[in-house]
């Protein structure tokens, strides 16, 4: 065969195998809820691109087929030429040249190059090679089936049965509202509110609980002047009650009943305040919030107490809270800190109970996960001991320093990027 011709059908087999590869990425790579988008949207093509992906032990018997046999006669091709340059008698070097150039053009341009633009392009590539493909994939179809069949034999006992994937993953679904929010389809609050509710159903109750040092209790033989004094300073509407011990909770005082009681002058100030308390609702402290939250609505209560594995008192949780989780922390009365107060460009007071996942999606402080919830509890590891006001860790290029203290509790922390 003439040496250019061999030439222009190695350049034109090696433009097929890379086909074939990019072809196989692009497909792989899309997204089946953007391709049913499209669907909807009428776009040409669209549904002849989701048929092919639909089945993709066919398409891949396909491409493979056709990228081996595209391969196949690449190296053949670069063999006779490369032997038939070298003269006779030396066959074995040829050989060896041969094989060592072909497989370092196709890994380069025919695999890595190719499979890298349609990585990066999924969607223009299938929809640009979809009818070609169409066309190889009716050329290769007795042998494509053969393959397909053969294949679907030989790994029959390394299969197992699996139920219907769900037509949109989660990871999907987290995808195109990054997307969204990226390219401004989705504003920045919406986006974070869905992201926020996928994380939803993976907390327990423990991590978002108001802990059980930070409860504002209340003695069963209150009376109605005691409870007020403990009232006045506090933001709570909802109070446990307890006797004895705080372990032993026996109800919940509403500040709403206790007022209503005062307007129509069924209360006075020496007089108990308990038998106006409500039923208390006890969840373990492990229970998913959001089977948390359907069991509240369910029950049609605002607050539940939150049980250890012991029996105690681990904490309580609000409805307030559980939706906090979504829609950002929710801060109604005047005089109450925010959790996340700027103080220059570099500088931000943040609460020491704001969890380390919340803080670092929200102030991106690449914070280690460990045996803590919150940016309090990752100080007193760093630390190993409760500080006192003006101790700082420094982590990361970020500087954390303990700027308010209550007894041996952290309440706020000064962040600082260095």
Do not use: C
């Amino acid at each position: 065969m003439d040496t250019q011709i061999t030439i222009v059908l190695l350049v034109v087999f090696l433009g097929i195998s890379a086909f074939f590869s990019s072809s196989e990425t692009a497909f792989f790579a899309l997204q089946r809820v953007r391709i049913q988008h499209l669907v909807a949207s009428g776009l040409a093509r669209a549904e002849r691109v989701q048929r092919m992906k639909e089945d993709p032990e066919r398409f891949l018997a396909t491409v493979l087929l056709g990228n081996n046999l595209v391969n196949v006669a690449l190296t053949a091709l670069a063999t006779s030429l490369i032997i038939s340059s070298l003269g006779e008698g030396r066959q074995e070097i040829g050989i060896a040249i041969a094989t060592a150039a072909v497989t370092i053009v196709i890994v380069i341009f025919g695999e890595a190059v190719p499979k890298t633009i349609a990585a990066r392009h999924p969607e223009r590539l299938a929809f640009l090679f979809i009818r070609p493909l169409e066309i190889i994939e009716k050329v290769l179809l007795p042998l494509a089936t053969v393959l397909h069949r053969v294949s679907g034999v030989l790994a029959r006992p390394f299969s197992q049965e699996r139920p219907a994937a769900a037509s949109v993953s989660e990871e999907e679904l987290r995808m195109l509202v990054t997307i969204g929010e990226r390219e401004g389809a989705v504003e920045q609050t919406q986006a974070q509110i869905i992201l926020k509710a996928f994380r939803f159903g993976d907390l327990r109750a423990q991590e978002v609980m108001t802990p059980r040092t930070e409860i504002v209790w209340v003695h069963k033989d209150a009376t109605l002047a005691e409870f007020l004094q403990i009232y006045a300073p506090e933001t709570h509407t909802r109070f446990p009650v307890f006797e004895s011990e705080q372990d032993n909770v026996i109800g919940m005082l509403y500040i709403k009943d206790v007022m209503k009681a005062l307007s129509d002058g069924k209360l006075r100030d020496d007089d108990p305040v308990t038998p106006l308390m409500r039923t208390a609702l006890f969840y373990p402290e492990t229970k998913p919030v959001d089977d948390l939250f359907v069991g509240m609505r369910g029950e049609g209560t605002q607050i539940v107490m939150l049980v250890d594995e012991f029996g105690g008192i681990a904490g309580l949780l609000t409805l307030k809270q559980i939706v906090g989780e979504i829609v950002g922390r929710i801060t109604e009365e005047e005089g109450t800190a925010p959790d996340v107060e700027t103080i220059d460009d570099q500088t931000l007071q943040v609460d020491a109970s704001m969890r380390v996942d919340e803080a670092n999606e929200r102030l991106q402080l690449g914070l280690p996960d460990g045996d803590y919830e919150t940016l309090a509890g990752f100080l007193l590891a760093k630390l190993g001991h409760v500080p006192h006001e003006g101790e700082q860790v420094r982590y990361n290029g970020l500087r954390l320093v303990v700027s308010e203290m209550k007894g041996v509790k952290i309440e706020r922390i000064l962040v600082t990027r260095w």
